[in-house]
């Protein structure tokens, strides 16, 4: 579709429905996979990078994990693991956790575009980080 032409953009103003809303916990887990195979999807079609990875602002999540200078994805999957558990944690007691499950998801999504991407250039534009050189 974008070969043809097509155009992708995000618009503020779409709904969506979404018939059941899965667990927090099973999309967390998805985030990884759409990190992954969104890499895989560019190395086969190079002219769908800046679509897939747009390059600009980046979400607060995504920030923090730039920050905290984390590439490989097994050190992405701790932090989505314990930001999950902290997410866990502090809704059983009622307090509003969403940034821990954003932290989460954001983190699981990289990791999975570090597993797919061993040359961090993909990564790098998740994160917003134009000046990373892959190190590993």
Do not use: C
């Not at 969104?38 to 995504?62: C, M, N, Q, W, Y």
């Not at 930001?83 to 502090?90: G, K, M, P, Q, S």
């Amino acid at each position: 579709l974008l070969g043809a032409g097509s155009v992708v953009r995000f618009d503020p103003e779409a709904v969506a429905w979404h018939p059941d809303i899965p667990p927090s916990r099973v999309l967390v887990a998805r985030q990884y996979g759409v990190g992954l195979n969104a890499t895989l999807i560019a190395k086969l079609h190079p002219e769908t990078v800046d679509v897939l990875f747009p390059v600009g602002d980046v979400s607060r999540p995504r920030r923090i994990l730039r920050r905290a200078r984390l590439r490989k994805p097994s050190q992405l999957m701790f932090v989505s693991r314990v930001a999950f558990a902290v997410y866990r944690v502090t809704s059983a007691f009622g307090f509003r956790g969403s940034k821990g499950e954003m932290l989460s998801r954001a983190a699981a999504h990289a990791a999975g575009v570090a597993q797919g991407d061993p040359s961090g250039e993909m990564l790098a534009r998740v994160l917003g980080d134009g000046a990373y050189a892959s190190s590993d």
